[in-house]
């Protein structure tokens, strides 16, 4: 019984510890984020515009993974691969 | 074997990937030699206490910050580019590059981007050990990330540690660390990040000479000087030894590139060194260096540490050579010939496969093995597709190292004056230094376009030439998202040299807690 007490006591401990420590970590990068200066703000802004460019509008329009769109199994990527190479 | 491959496809994806590639080497060296620099700085605050050098570690790290945010993620593209330009190439070197760059994601990564959150919101909210460790793996994960991509790169020029699987087609790796430690992923390694620790030195240098140029920070900028002078002057004298030792490796394991670098066109034992040199075409249409200031023997000595040792030419690489150490080089009409048997003996294999004869998969797999260190060359038509442009190669392996020696003979005068304490009152060196910024980019890019252009026509070494790399794709696809790269790639580089600019203006905030 009071082995199963303790271990109840140490599993509520590290689950709050964790949590505190994840809230920790998140009111870090809240506040981080929420005195960045202007500087910082501008280029967020452009990270967040290139990371749309690139991953909304490249990869899915132009970008497609060749062998991935046209072929299911490995063994016909290969074979499609060395039908490349020795024709 | 390659008339079914539309060559303006493969031209624009190289031109693509040449443009992606470019423009993300814009942004890497900074920050990979940066990070050292504000790693120092800090260090020497939390050791001395002096408020100028955390004033001086966060001016530079905002910098570091614009130039981080505006070349991350340039680097994804490439990967968008191997899996729809190159599927070929992307299959056939899979598992080899797969491994280095999972490592790269996974490990050095998140190791910089996690760090990097504690390096600009931890001031004064952890303590200055935690935040100065969190600067130092800044460092050490930035230069992790160069190291597996460098390793990755480095394969493609010596191909180690695999073996082709000819049912699946995909070269497998055996060896992990020779693929890791093969001479010429070490030499690739160090070269290019004590290149782009150079390059950040110059740029701390300049801008920091600019500021005594216009009377303005003088105390801070002086000690960015003494440290970037410091830390400049020794890595370009380890960049000079580690060029040194990067150019015996390839005169080693690809001695065309070695030849089109030095536009050697017949070998010569007792070569010389070309300091400085023009090209021209000789009567076999091929570029060589005609009229040159240079040093007999020198090219012999530092190749072979034998001023009498033969180095061969690019009509030597073509009809064939013995080398110093007796190695046979076969010419590469012979080397077509076994590449062609290669190709044959995987088509051969492959469909004996299907038709079951054990003793024809057994003999055309003994013949794909025997030759399948000559497979690329059989997609050849003619000797001459083996020679890379010459005139680019060594044009940009002359001013590269030109570039390098000035900046060895800038950084010497730099530290001789801040030394005395006397840097303020030459304008010429300030001005010198604040000009070497671009010319630092200048070089860097040329280092790049020696190793990539220099290796052509292969994609891998020997074994898959780039025409064969590319998928055969609509060629107008390539071209639009050729243009939409320019655009953004200028948009953004207008961007963060706009940005970049402000701030110095604006320079450190001095009293700044």
Known sequence: MSRAIFFHIFVKNVYSKLMNMIKNIAQFYFNGFKNMPSWGRKLWLIILIKLFVMFAILKIFFFSNYLNANFDTEEEKGDFIIEQLTK | ?513
């Not at chain 2, 007792?270 to 023997?297: D, M, Q, R, W, Y």
């Not at chain 2, 030759?371 to 010459?390: L, Q, R, T, V």
């Open chain 2, 1 to 513: 074997m390659t008339d079914s491959i539309d060559l303006s496809t493969v031209d624009w994806s190289r031109a693509q990937f040449a443009l992606t590639a470019m423009f993300h080497y814009i942004f890497v060296p900074l920050t990979l030699g940066l990070s050292f620099i504000i790693a120092v700085m800090e260090s020497l605050w939390v050791k001395t206490g002096n408020e100028e050098w955390k004033t001086a570690t966060k001016f530079w790290m905002k910098l570091f910050g614009i130039n981080f945010a505006i070349g991350v993620s340039t680097g994804i593209i490439l990967e968008f580019e191997f899996g729809t330009n190159w599927s070929n190439y992307s299959w056939f070197v899979g598992d080899i590059f797969g491994a280095p760059l999972a490592v790269e994601g996974i490990m050095a990564f998140f190791m910089e981007s996690t760090f990097i959150a504690i390096m600009f919101f931890g001031w004064n909210k952890v303590s200055k050990k935690y935040h100065l460790i969190s600067s130092w793996l800044v460092f050490l994960g930035a230069n992790l990330s160069a190291l597996w991509i460098l390793v990755a790169n480095a394969w493609m020029q010596n191909p180690v540690g695999m073996v082709f699987n000819p049912d699946t087609a995909r070269n497998e790796m055996i060896d992990f660390w020779a693929v890791l430690f093969s001479a010429t992923a070490m030499n690739k390694f160090f070269h290019t990040i004590l290149a782009a620790f150079l390059l950040a030195s110059i740029f701390v240098l300049g801008v920091s000479s600019w500021y005594l140029l216009k009377k303005r920070h003088i105390s801070i900028a002086k000690k960015s000087i003494l440290v970037s002078s410091i830390f400049g002057l020794s890595v370009s004298l380890l960049t000079l030894y580690s060029g040194d030792t990067s150019s015996r490796d390839i005169a080693k394991i690809q001695p065309m590139k070695f030849a089109a670098m030095e536009g050697l066109y017949e070998g010569k034992t007792h070569a010389p060194l070309v300091l400085a040199g023009f090209l021209s075409t000789n009567k076999e249409g091929i570029e060589e260096c005609k009229h040159a200031i240079e040093v007999p023997g020198l090219l012999s000595l530092m190749t072979h540490y034998n001023s009498q040792s033969f180095i061969p030419g690019i009509k030597d690489v073509i009809n064939g050579y013995t080398s110093n150490e007796g190695k046979i080089y076969l010419p590469i009409t012979e080397r077509i010939t076994k590449g062609k048997i290669a190709i044959n003996a995987l088509r051969d294999y492959k469909s004996q496969k299907k038709k079951g004869s054990a003793l024809e998969i057994d003999k055309s797999l003994k013949l794909f093995k025997e030759n399948y260190h000559h497979f690329g060359y059989g997609y050849m038509k003619s000797p001459k597709e083996a020679i890379p442009n010459i005139s680019l190669t060594f044009y940009s392996f002359h001013i590269m190292v030109s570039l390098g020696l000035l900046f060895i003979l800038l950084f010497i005068v730099s530290c001789f004056l801040v030394y005395k304490d006397k840097i303020e009152k030459y304008r010429w060196i300030l001005w010198a230094n604040l000009i070497c910024i671009p010319l630092a980019y200048i070089a860097t890019q040329c280092g790049w376009i020696v190793a990539e252009l220099g290796r052509q026509p292969w994609v891998v070494q020997d074994l898959m030439p780039t025409k064969i790399a590319a998928t055969n794709i609509d060629t107008t696809s390539v071209q639009i998202t050729f243009w939409i790269f320019t655009l953004l790639f200028t948009t953004l580089l207008i961007a963060e040299i706009k940005i970049l600019l402000t701030q110095i203006k604006k320079g450190p905030k001095e009293g700044d807690k």
